[in-house]
C-alpha cells in the first residue's frame, strides 16, 4: 500500500538481518545420502522416473503449450519488488539479478530450446496480492520470483493457485509450512516454528567466541518478531560456547539511528561484545554511538556487508572495525559466486562492487526457478514443476551453492535444514572488507 | 541515573524542537500543520542532496536548502493551498495538510530517489566533535538540536508575545477582517507566515536529520511523538511544549534503564510513552477546564459578512446520481479479468470503512483519524472468531462489529467535549496506542502471516465477493441515508451548523454524537472484514492509522458527504495504481500517492470534494440546455417602515 506501516517494515528488518545467515554457504559434504550431487546436474529422487531433463529434449519429443506461460517458444516468468514503500529501499531495482540470470540461461540456448522471458510486478503500489494477480491473471506466467517483504500477504493466493514461487524466504514462515509446498527459496527456512522450535546454526556463536567475546548484548527491533527472535534463538546459541547475556534489548524502533542510551547501557553492563538485527542505517548509528562514548565492545552485524557502505565515507568510517557476516563472500568469491558477479557484471552492469541483497537474491531465486523448469519436464505444467523439484534432495545450482546444497524434499519439517552450515565472516578496516574468518561451520540447533 | 537522564535529551531536544515547530505555526496560522514533519523532511533531504552528494560546503548548501527552497515552499504552499484554508472547516484543514504530508515525500522519492541513506551529516562540521557531559557523549550534531530549542523557545516567546509583529500574526488568526482595518495586508502577512514556518520546518529537518535518520517515516514519527507535548501545550504555550518534550525523551531513557529491556512489556511501553502523555494530558485538560479547546481560527463575524461564501450545499446530492453510478459499477466485476476484480473487490471493502468516515465526519462532524484502527479490529477480531473459534462467518463479522461498536461509544463519551483539532489529535493517539499495543501481539501477527479468514462457499472467488461487498455496501449506505433523514441526522446537522445553538434548543447532543460513533466503529469493522475477506488474512499491519490518514484524505478529495462518494474513493484508492502499474513505465510508481496528496490538497479550494464539483457542473450544463421556463420571481420582502 502507499504507506507501508511500520508492522510491515519489519519484515525488512527480519528479512535483511537472516539474509546472510539464510543463504548459506558450506563446504560440508551433501548430508542426504541418498543423492549424488554432481557439480553440475541435478537428480531427482529415488522413484520419481524422470529422466536428467538437463540435457536437451529428446529428439522426436514435440514442445507444446503445456501450462499458463509455456508455449512451444518461450517461458514467461513474474517478478515482483517492492518499488514504492518503505521497504523500497532494500529491494528496489534488484530484478536486474533475475534478469541476468535469464540473460546467461538464454545465450545457454535458454530451457529444452525456450527463451525465457520475465514481467515485473510492484508490490509496493498496489500490495502483493494484487501484484501477483496481476503476474498470474493478467499477464499470464508460469511461476514467480518474489523478491520483497511482503510475499506472505501473496501466499495464499500462490497456493490455491499451484503457482510455483521461489525468493529469498524470510519474510514469514510461510516458506516451511503446509501447505505452501509450493513455495522454495534457496536456504533453509528460519523464521518457521516446527513444533514450537525454530532452527539455527551455532556458527555466529562459535565465531564470536573467536574473537574473544565473553558477554554478548543483542539488540533487535521491537515491533520485528522474526528480528525479536533471531536474537532469542542466538542467546540460546551462544551460550554453550561460553557467552553469557549481559544485555538483551527488544525495543528499538524501527529505523533508529541515535543510540546514546543503548551505548550506556552496554557500557554500564559491562559488555565485550555486540550483535545488531537491524538495518544498515541503524547499524551505522549504533556503532557511531559506541565509538563516540569509549566502548570497545567487538560488534558483529548481519547486515552492512555491501556496497552502500563502502560507497559512504562517512559511514564507513562510523563502521570501521566492526565485523560482518559476509555471505555470499564477495570479497575473495569462489567459482560459484565469481559466475554471478560475471554474468551481473555482464548483462546488468550497472551493478557494481558488492551486490546489494535484492540483486544477488534474485539471481539466486531465478538460479532456482529455472531448475525447476529444468526438472518439470519437456513440457512442464506447474504441477510437475512443485512435485518434481520437491523431490530433489540436494541441489548445488552449477557452483552457486555448491558449499551447501539446497534441500527440498521434507517440506514442513526440520529435514529441511542440513545438519551444518558455514559463513565467512569480515571486517571492516579502512574502508576497505577483508575476509577474517572463512567456512565457519555451525551445527544445527533446535531454540525456542 | 544522571546519565541516562543526559541521554534521554537526545530525544527529547527533538521532540522539544519539533513540538515547538508545530505550536509556532499553529500560534501563527490557525492551523494544525500536519505536513511540518514531511516539510522538514523534504528540506532535509535537499541539504543532503546538495551537501553530501553533490559536495557543497555546508554554508552555501544551508543558505540554498533551509535559507531559499524551505521559504519557497512555503509560499508556494500559501498560494495554492493555505490561503483557501482559512474560512475553511476543520476537516478540510485537516486534510489538506495531510494532503502535503503524502505529496512531499512521493515527490522527494521522484527527485531524487529512494536510495537508502545510512548517515546524513547535519550542519555541524566534520570529522564530529564529541564533549563528554558526566561521562554520557554529547555530539555536535546534538548540541546543534540543543541550541535550536534554545533559540526557538526564545525567538518564539519573545516575538509572539512581546513585538508588533507577533501582535500582527496572533491577530490575524483571531480575525484576518479586522486586522486588514488596521493597515496591515492579511495576504502578506499569511504568506511571511508561512514562509517563516517552512523556514523553521526545514532547519529543524536539517538539524534532526543526523540524530533520527533521514527518511520520510522517522520524521512522521517524530512528528506524531511530538503531538504529544503539543496537546500537553493546549496547542498554544510554546514553553510547556519544549519541557514537556524534553521530559518525554528522558522518560524513555530512564524506562529503559529502570525495566529490564528484554521483556515484551517494555516492548510495549517505551514507543507508548507519548501516546500515554497524549491521554494523561488530555483528560486533565478536560476535567481541569471541561473543554478541550482549539483556538477560534475560523475569523470573526465580519470575516464571513465580508468574505465570498460558496453556497453552502448542505443538502446531499439526490438520488439521481446515485442509480446510474450503481448500475455502471454493478457489472465491472463481469466485465474485468481476474487482478482487476481483485482491485475492485478490494476496493468495495474499503467504500464500506470509507461510509463510516461518511457518516461521522460527513453527517456528524466529528473528526475522527481512527477509522482504520476500528477496520483493524473488525478484521483481526472476525479473523480470531472464524478461523481460531470456529464461528460461521456472518456470525464472526457480526461479532467482531459488535466488539468495535462499544469502543467507538467510550472514545465518543470520552471526547466529547473536545474541539475538532484536540479530537482529531486525539483519535490518532488512540488509533497508534491501538497499532502499538494491541496490534502487536503474536495472537494477531502469527510471525507476520496474519490469521487467515477463509472466504464463504458462496462468495469464493473475486467476483462473487465483490457483489457481496456490494450488497453489504448498499444495505449500509441506506442504513446510514436513513439517519441522515432521521431525527438523528437532524440533531447532527445543526450541531455542525452550531453546537451552541443546538444545545440551547434542548437537543441532546451527547446522546446523537456517541450513538453516531458507535455506529460508524460498527460499519468500519465490516468493511475491515471485508478487506480481509479480500486478501484472504488479516494482516494487522493493513490497518495502521497512517494508511487511515490517506484514506481519508482520498475520500475527503472525492466528496466526504456522498455515500456514492464513498464508493467512487473506494474503486479509486485501488484502480488508479492498478493503471498506473499495468500501463505505464516503472518509475511511475510514486505517482498514484502523489496524486492522491494532490487531490487532498484541492479539497482546499472544492471543500465539497470533487465528485459533488462535478456533478453542480454538469447540472448547471443540463440547466443551460433546458428550454428556458419563465422564470418566476419570489416577491421581494419590502421594507415596512414604520
Redesign the interface.
Known sequence: ???????????VA?LVAAACSSSSKTSAPSTTPSTAASASSTTAAPGAGLPNVNQNFAPGAALTASAPGITPTTIKLGYITS??G?A???F?GGEVGAQARIALQNAQGGIDGRKIELV???D????P???A??L???QGVFGVIDISAFV??A???FQQNSVPVTGVGI????WGQQPYTNMFEFGPPS?T?FDGKFYTYDGVAQFLKSIDVTKLASLAY??S??A??SSKSLLEAVAPQGISNC?????V??????F??????VQKNGCDGTILAT???SD??FS??LK???VTAKQLYYTGYDQ??LD?S??SA?LDGDYFVASPDFTNPPPGIQQMLNALHQYAPSVTGIPSLGAYASYEATDVMIEGLEVAGANPTRQSFITNLRGVASYDGHGLFADSPLIFTGFGTPAMFPTQQCLDYAELEHGKFVIVAKNVCGKLVATT | MLQFIIAGLVFGSLYAIAASGLVVTYLSAGILNFSFGATAFFVARLYYDLHTTHRMAIIPAVILSVGLAAPAIGLVLHLALFRYLRLATPVVKIVATVGVAVALPATANLIFGQRPILLAPGIAPRPLRVFRVFHVPVTMDQITVYICVVLMLAVGTVVLRHTDIGLRVRAMVDSPAMTSLSGTSPDRVAAAVWMASTFLAGLIGVVSAPIVGLDSNSFTLLMIAAFAAVIAARLRSLPVAVVVGVAMGIAGSVLQYILPPSSSFTQAVIPSIPFAVTTVFLLWNVARRGRGDDLRANGGVLDRAISYQREHASAPLGWGWAVPVVVVIGPLALVLSGFWVGLVTTGVALAIVFLSYTLLIGEGGMVWLCQATFAGVGALGAAQLATAHGWPLPLAILGAALIAAPMGIVLGLLSIRLGDVHLALVTLTFGLLMENLAFTRQTFTRLGSGVALARPSFAHSDRALAYVGLATFIVLALVIVNVRRSTTGLVLGAVRTSADAARTMGVSVVTSKVLTAGLAAFVAAVGGSFLALSAGAALPSQYSSLIGLVWLAVLVGTGIRSTVGALLAGLTFTLVPGFVQVYLPTWFAPVPTLLFGLGAIVVAKYPEGSLAMQIRQARSIAARLRPHAPVEEAPRPEMVVT
Not at chain 1, 519474510?171 to 510461510?174: A, Q, V
Not at chain 1, 544485555?247 to 525495543?251: G, I, L, M, W
Not at chain 1, 546514546?260 to 547501557?265: D, I, K
Open positions: 500500500m502507499h504507506k507501508v506501516p511500520k508492522l510491515a517494515v519489519c519484515a527480519a518499488e514504492t518503505i523500497a529501499s532494500s528496489k515485473t510486478a510492484d509496493g503500489t498496489i500490495g496480492k494484487a501484484a494477480q496481476q498470474v491473471d493478467n506472505v500477504a501466499a495464499p493466493y519474510d514469514g514462515p510461510e523464521y516454528p521491537g515491533i518478531q522474526s525479536i527472535q544485555y538483551e534489548d527488544n525495543s524502533q524501527f529505523g533508529q539511528t541515535a546514546t542510551t543503548e551505548a550506556l547501557a538495518v544498515d542505517a551505522v548509528g557511531a554511538a563516540q562514548a569509549g552502500g557502505v559512504d562517512n559511514a562510523a
